[in-house]
């Protein structure tokens, strides 16, 4: 079985959605004409390689909670420091460097907006840094996953 | 339809759910196990979320840098208000955006108002893809910037339920 060519097959066909049942995998095996064990096989060599970040539900922040796309302007020197403040926070899940006056963007989530207020206001406090809070007010286009082939 | 999990049992489903779907036959079972309910419970309450549009989407979620799509910009613009849905459904509809949004301006610090997610390989092959787009769209006029991320810090997912009990994040 040639990992390679079902690791691409698996991440053309199962970004969007996977099949809800009992045994996935299985299903999905099926659709690919091979067998459980090797999809799982193949999961399992993705996860450790790194490429997959989790099989799993993206929720819908509108309507599962709320969030923010929040940045700093950070001194260089000070950049990792405040960083490593900002991952900390289990409410943090994407935090990056960018090439920018605000150097570092990070998405907050969480059950509510004051939830989201409140990180915000510690972060402000802790770090001496007033956040941009840019949440999203409308979305034309949503994360679906995306194709190897049409990226440049 | 009732699925008889009660509301601690579903906030818990749902932190392990933001965790990942484990990678075993049955892993509606497992998170079943975790939380103390059936298999059949769990299913029921992940259709239910389904249909109720919970879900953005359930599947791979792929690491963009493991990959090699190392070069990712943020592509911002400054849309008049007028215009910006027509924009904003126009990018968002472009190959090779993956995410397209509007945000609000911060004036006099922020004045962009449209996020656009371009990833690639290499860097130059984004710019200029981003420049095709702009001309495409005869948007090369307004005021835009990129922003190429230089490191990620940090890259999990989301994590909507409440924190503290928040499982392991992989990334």
């Keep these: 079985m040639d990992l390679d060519l079902l690791s691409r097959q698996l991440m053309d ?26 999809v799982l096989a193949c999961l399992h060599a993705m996860d450790q390689a790194g490429t997959l970040s989790r099989v799993g539900a993206v929720f819908d922040h509108r309507r599962a909670g709320a969030s923010t796309l929040a940045a700093f302007a950070v001194p260089a020197t000070r950049l990792h420091q405040v960083a490593e403040r900002v991952s900390q926070y289990p409410e943090v899940n994407h935090n990056y460097a960018r090439e920018h006056f605000y150097n570092l963007w990070f998405v907050v989530t969480g059950p509510d907006r004051p939830h989201i207020q409140r990180v915000l206001n510690e ?26 082939g049409e990226t440049p | 339809m009732k699925t008889g999990l009660t509301p601690r049992q579903t906030l818990a489903l749902r ?3 933001e ?8 892993p509606y079972q497992c998170l079943a196990e975790r939380i103390n309910a059936n298999e059949d419970q769990v299913l029921g309450q992940m259709h239910q979320w389904h249909e109720q ?25 400054d849309v008049p208000d007028a215009l910006i849905d027509e924009v904003g459904q126009r990018l968002g509809r472009a190959q ?48 835009h910037q990129l922003l190429f ?6 890259q999990c997912g989301a994590r909507f339920a409440a924190p503290s009990m928040g499982a392991p994040c992989h990334g």
């Excluded at chain 2, 965790?19 to 049955?26: F, K, N, Q, T």
């Excluded at chain 2, 004045?111 to 787009?133: A, D, K, P, S």
């Excluded at chain 2, 991320?149 to 940090?154: I, Q, R, V």
């Design chain 1, 13 to 38: 066909r199962f970004q969007h959605a996977m099949p809800l049942c009992a045994e996935p995998y299985k299903a999905m095996a099926v659709a690919l004409g091979c067998d459980e064990a090797h």
């Design chain 1, 123 to 148: 972060l402000e406090k802790d770090t001496g840094l007033t956040p941009l809070d840019l949440p999203m007010l409308t979305a034309y286009r949503i994360d679906l996953g995306f194709s190897l």
């Design chain 2, 15 to 17: 932190r392990h759910l």
């Design chain 2, 19 to 26: 965790a990942g779907v484990p990678l075993v036959s049955r």
């Design chain 2, 53 to 77: 549009g919970l879900f953005r989407r359930v599947g791979l979620v792929l690491n963009h840098r493991a990959l090699g799509f190392t070069a990712n910009a943020m592509l911002v613009l």
């Design chain 2, 96 to 143: 090779g955006i993956t995410l397209c949004y509007q945000r609000p301006r911060r004036l006099p610090q922020w004045r962009y108002n449209l996020f656009c997610m371009v990833h690639g390989r290499q860097r130059q092959q984004v710019e200029t893809r981003i420049q095709q787009l702009l001309d495409e769209h005869l948007l090369s006029d307004l005021p």
């Design chain 2, 149 to 154: 991320s230089t490191h990620a810090f940090k």
